[in-house]
Structure formats: C-alpha cells, structure tokens
C-alpha cells in the first residue's frame, strides 16, 4: 500500500511539473521569448519527455501491483 501512495504523490508532483512546462513553452512562443533562449526550449522539451517518461514508468508499475 505504501508504494501505490508513493507512485501517487511522484505522479502528482510529475503532473505539477508538467504544468509548470507547459507554462514554459508558452512564454516561450511569444514574440519576445522567441528565438532567443534555445538552449532554454531544448531543455525544456528534453524536460518534459523526462517527465512524460516517469509518468509512463508510474502508470505500468501501477497497473503491473493491480491499482489505479
């Protein structure tokens, strides 16, 4: 059971996380962020598979112990 609640609370903290991207890449796509930060946007894509990846991690292992 402590494993489902800690997978629970990564996957919401990964979810924040993602959010917080999102944010990101939006203020990047706007006239004054554009095409002077790549560096920036590549790690914040690289970021977000990272995250996208951990997310996928927690959903199988979940799946794999029968829960959400």
Same mark, same amino acid.
Do not use: C, K, V, Y
């Given at each position: =059971? ?6 629970? +609370? =990564?996957?919401?903290? &990964? ?5 917080? &991207? +999102?944010?990101?890449? +939006? ?9 002077? !930060? &790549?560096?920036?946007?590549?790690? &914040?894509? !690289? ?12 959903? +199988? ?8």
């Amino acid at each position: =059971m402590e494993h489902e609640q800690a997978m629970e +609370q =990564m996957r919401a903290h &990964l979810a924040r996380a993602g959010r917080e &991207l +999102q944010s990101a890449r +939006q203020f990047l796509g706007t006239p004054e962020g554009r095409g002077t !930060n &790549l560096a920036l946007a590549r790690a &914040l894509a !690289n970021a977000s598979a990272s995250i996208d990846d951990a997310m996928d991690t927690i959903q +199988q292992s979940l799946r794999e112990r029968g829960g959400s």
